[in-house]
């Protein structure tokens, strides 16, 4: 039996850019996207703490260092620039093996989008 378990998972970090009038994803600053344990065109739930919505995109990478986390696209309309946002990734695998897998799971600081 396979079952779905969280692989990566980013805490808590803010929104800085809302692009609209872009295709599509989620860019993510690199550093946080190897923290992590993500990589570019993975499938990612993003969950907005301010107003609930959910939706699931891919992940673009963003500048090292930056901070940024910016939804792209029609995505753009469900968050605003400051909110707080809990991103997810998940990974199917073997029963047995699901129960000793560790998820990577960091805790930046909300405000600068920083490991601390």
């Given at each position: ?43 990612v739930q993003v969950v ?10 891919y992940v673009i990478k ?55």
């Amino acid at each position: 039996m396979f079952i779905e378990v969280v692989k990566s998972k980013i805490h808590q970090v803010s929104i800085t850019e809302a692009n609209l009038l872009y295709v599509g994803s989620i860019t993510i600053d690199e550093d946080l996207m190897d923290a992590a344990n993500l990589i570019a065109n993975e499938k990612v739930q993003v969950v907005n703490i301010n107003n609930g919505e959910r939706l699931e995109t891919y992940v673009i990478k963003g500048e090292r260092g930056s901070g940024k986390i910016c939804l792209n696209g029609p995505a753009a309309r469900k968050c605003a620039v400051g909110d707080v946002v809990i991103i997810m990734s998940y990974a199917t695998m073997d029963f047995e093996e699901a129960k000793q897998f560790k998820p990577s799971i960091i805790f930046p600081d909300t405000i600068t989008n920083k490991l601390v």
